[in-house]
Every structure is written in C-alpha cells, then in structure tokens.
T-cell receptor, first 112, second 113 residues
Framework: QQQVKQSPQSLIVQKGGISIINCAYE??????FPWYQQFPGKGPALLIA?????SEKKEGRFTISFNKSAKQFSLHIMDSQPGDSATYFC???????????FGRGTSLIVHP | DTGVSQDPRHKITKRGQNVTFRCDPI?????LYWYRQTLGQGPEFLTY????????KSRLLSDRFSAERPKGSFSTLEIQRTEQGDSAMYLC???????????FGPGTRLTVL
C-alpha cells in the first residue's frame, strides 16, 4: 500500500535551475516530513525536514513547502548544481511512530 | 568514523545459503532499524529495535529472516535459505531517543545467484 506518492520519477535540470520534487501523502497522522538524499552506493542522508505546524522551511538552497490541506509537500532546490545529482526520497512516519514510509524516489540529474 | 557502519558492504551467495549482516549504530543511539532497498525503490522497513527489544516487524520479514540486538548495541540480520528475490541493498539506521532523525549506514548489497 503506497501511502506516500512521489513525483516525478526522474528530473533533468540545467545548472543554476530550480529542481522541484513533489510528494503526496494519505495518512493525516503523519507529523514529520523529511527529505533524504542518496548517492550511488551510499545510504540515504537526511537533507531537510519539516513538521506540519509550519508551511515552509529553508536551509541554504533547499526549501520544503508544506500544504496540509492538500496533503502535499515538496522539495525545491534553488541554483541546482551538478553535485546535487542524486536520488531524493520523501518520507513520512505516522504520528507516534518513527517508522517512515518512503516514496519511490526521484533521480535528479543536473547538467553542467 | 562515528557514523553507522555495516559489514560486509557486499555479499554474493548462492541460492539456499545462509547469510548474516552486521550493523554498528552510532554509540549513543538506542533505536535501530533495518530496511531493504531494491533498485528504483525507496527503503522498505523490515524491523525496529529499541535497545535490545525488537518492537516491530514488517510483513516483509518472512520466517527466513531473523534479527537480533543482543546487548542493545550492534545488530545482526540473518537470512536463511536465501532466494534470488532476496537480492537487494540492506540498510541499517539508528536514531537517538527523543530525536526524529535517522542516520543510515552505507548498506550491504546482497546478490543471490
């Protein structure tokens, strides 16, 4: 059962452009929304996370936008760089649980 | 390196053999998770430990799979009678009490021939 739907599956962006990845969730008990970055041969690493009491969180070039009524959250990567080329996963754990459900991932390629 | 470590990094085995993976979490983290990741998919939860207690197991964890964390520190994941469908990356993650953030290890890539 897919509780977190991530799109697009792949994304190609030019250097300096904006990368946008979206996630939609079903379980309204989700209360923590992280984005992970994974490079080939490595485990996922937390990139940025948000709680539903705020609508946006920014850390450097990375921003999470959260829309509670639409049950959607998105990752924006500003001024995308070739080093950002990786697979990105959204995740959401149900309230009271720390076991996240991961999206299927978005493969981002940033061309120089 | 004070991160999560996993051993081995790669394992090739023949169908029907048993394999065991080890995870060493960050030392002060009392929560430990095992996940399986196949190509083109996100990590799928397998099991969760709080200290030495195994608190949750996924339906993915068939009776051929067993996990232990005997002293609340390192953990092992054993797969008995491996099948080709077990080929995947097995990820371990740890988390400190009171924190939401999970720290992942580099994973063990299993190939079953």
């Amino acid at each position: 059962q897919q509780q977190v739907k991530q799109s697009p599956q792949s994304l190609i962006v030019q250097k300096g452009g904006i990368s946008i990845i979206n996630c939609a969730y079903e379980n309204t008990a989700f209360d923590y929304f992280p984005w992970y970055q994974q490079f080939p041969g490595k485990g996922p690493a937390l990139l940025i996370a948000i709680r539903p009491d705020v609508s946006e969180k920014k850390e450097g070039r990375f921003t999470i936008s959260f829309n509670k009524s639409a049950k959607q959250f998105s990752l924006h990567i500003m001024d995308s760089q070739p080093g950002d080329s990786a697979t990105y996963f959204c995740a959401a754990p149900p309230g009271g649980s720390y076991i996240p459900t991961f999206g299927r991932g978005t493969s981002l390629i940033v061309h120089p | 390196d004070t991160g999560v470590s996993q051993d081995p990094r790669h394992k090739i085995t023949k169908r029907g053999q048993n394999v065991t993976f080890r995870c060493d979490p960050i030392s002060e983290h009392n929560r430990l998770y095992w996940y399986r990741q196949t190509l083109g998919q996100g990590p799928e939860f397998l099991t969760y430990f709080q200290n030495e207690a195994q608190l949750e197991k996924s339906r993915l964890l068939s009776d051929r799979f067993s996990a232990e964390r005997p002293k609340g520190s390192f953990s092992t994941l054993e797969i008995q009678r491996t099948e080709q469908g077990d080929s995947a990356m097995y990820l371990c993650a740890s988390r400190a009490s009171g924190s939401d953030e999970q720290f992942f290890g580099p994973g063990t890539r299993l190939t079953v021939l």
